[in-house]
């Protein structure tokens, strides 16, 4: 049988004597400068578009949307105008909320706040160990975002689209960086909180970059990953034999097809086979030093934030290339008692103090210069109130919220964007999520608008075609 009639249709136009899909594949290489040739390893360490500021990347994304009126933004006037009818302005007709319309109240904090360190950074009582870093912090508080429902607004901050299909971050800078580790995935995913983020597997999904660029979820306990270890009686000797066969023949079909996935699946293999050794090693916090698990909240053996915290730490320490933590149950309407309660207070007691302890970890070892750590949710909080049951709470806002991040050349002790007396609206550095996209991709050395991939007969890239590097917020 000819090798043509062994290839798949889409395998025939890549190796065609016309050589479109050739010659389609050698233009996108070379204008991205990423990959020198087609049989390199789909992980390996690739050259950015110009010196990069950082090289790696630990996203602490809280999942629900947290309130920053009641975290970050001290808005007086709101507090003082509790319980009258917002402004008819915050309610035009092409605004949605998710479940408030005209006659909402506002609603003012009950926190009270203090300013921390010298940038004078204004922080809420539920976040005290966050204030004590914040000259180590930038805090952005003119954040928008385009979609309002959580798995959408989910899928939107972390892919720049509101729907399935598109690669998540976390790809595009394993994409353009390659990763450093030869032991463990470059993208890495954990958990925390009673229940997944919302959207799922998609919120990591490397779309339709290789799949060797998608996130790799672990196990805060037991065996970082189901189905990872040797079953019972079958010896390392005896499975590498087995990982050299199989390798063998995918090598073999890929030296037929030349489809990039084959390569993805024997690279695929060969690290399964070395993390029966790096995982759990990687897993075992309880080597720690006592006074760093204190720091950081962490108990060998438990599945929680704090715990993922240090292993992220860990990660980045072995050449993981970006680390994103997933921490749910931050919605906090008013359906179930006050959820401006005890539910917002218990998710800032599970995240304070690890999160703070990160920062300052990475710090002492040397490693924030050229680590970036992000801290969000997927949209903010308005400043009217629910009332469901007579408790309060506060419906999804994409107006104006608040993120920080720290450390890969942002400005430490920085403070981007101002909103209104009350909240509502951005009124000078407004920042939107492609913008954050764009500039967290230019401090790991990429032109946003260059780090793109051909699918389907159109370049994509994260920002689609929209963002902007906002050097404001760079040191």
């Avoid at 029966?276 to 934030?305: K, R, W």
Wanted: proline share 5%; with cysteine; aromatic share 10%.
């Amino acid at each position: 049988m000819s090798i043509l009639l062994e290839q798949t249709r889409r395998h025939f136009f890549s190796d065609c004597a016309v050589g479109l899909g050739s010659v389609a594949l050698a233009n996108l290489l070379s204008d991205n400068d990423l990959y020198a040739n087609s049989d390199s390893n789909p992980s390996s360490v690739t050259q950015s578009h110009f010196e990069p500021k950082a090289k790696n990347v630990i996203y602490l994304f809280m999942a629900g949307g947290p309130s920053q009126f009641d975290l970050f933004s001290e808005k007086p006037k709101l507090n003082e105008l509790n319980g009258q009818t917002a402004p008819d302005s915050f309610f035009p007709k092409e605004k949605s909320f998710a479940f408030i319309g005209k006659g909402a109240k506002l609603l003012g904090s009950k926190r009270k706040f203090r300013r921390y360190g010298e940038s004078g950074l204004s922080v809420s009582e539920l976040m005290p160990h966050t204030g004590e870093v914040a000259d180590d912090i930038c805090m952005l508080n003119g954040v928008v975002t385009d979609v309002f429902n959580h798995g959408p607004a989910k899928l939107f901050m972390n892919t720049g689209f509101q729907v399935p299909g598109r690669p998540s971050l976390g790809s595009w800078v394993t994409y353009g960086l390659g990763s450093e580790s030869q032991n463990l995935p470059g993208f890495v995913v954990l958990q925390s909180g009673p229940r997944g983020p919302r959207a799922g597997s998609a919120l990591w999904s490397s779309g339709f970059l290789p799949s060797t660029h998608q996130g790799v979820p672990f196990r805060g306990t037991g065996d970082a990953i189901l189905n990872l270890n040797s079953p019972e009686g079958f010896d390392r000797e005896k499975e590498r034999g087995f990982y050299d066969l199989v390798g063998d023949l995918n090598q073999q079909r890929y030296d037929v097809t030349r489809d990039p996935e084959i390569r993805t699946r024997i690279a695929a293999s060969e690290m399964a086979y070395r993390m029966q050794t790096s995982a759990p090693e990687l897993m075992e916090i309880g080597s720690e030093p006592q006074h760093i698990l204190e720091m950081y909240g962490a108990e060998p053996g438990a599945n929680s934030y704090a715990n993922n915290c240090l292993l992220a730490r860990r990660m980045i320490e072995r050449g993981v290339r970006f680390v994103q933590l997933y921490h749910t149950d931050w919605d906090h309407h008013g359906n179930k008692g006050d959820n401006l309660g005890e539910p917002l207070e218990q998710r800032c007691r599970e995240v304070d103090a690890a999160s703070a302890a990160l920062v300052k970890d990475l710090k002492q070892r040397g490693l924030l210069d050229d680590t970036i750590i992000i801290w969000g949710g997927e949209f903010g909080r308005t400043p009217m109130g629910e009332v469901r049951e007579e408790f309060p709470g506060r419906d999804h806002h994409i107006d104006a919220f608040s993120m920080w991040v720290a450390g890969g050349g942002f400005k430490p002790g920085g403070q981007y964007g101002v909103t209104d007396e009350l909240g509502f609206a951005v009124t000078e550095e407004k920042i939107h999520v492609h913008d954050l996209h764009a500039t967290l991709l230019h401090q790991l050395g990429f032109d946003h608008e260059k780090l793109s991939f051909r699918f389907q007969g159109r370049d994509f890239r994260l920002t689609d075609v929209h963002g902007r590097v906002v050097k404001e917020v760079l040191v």
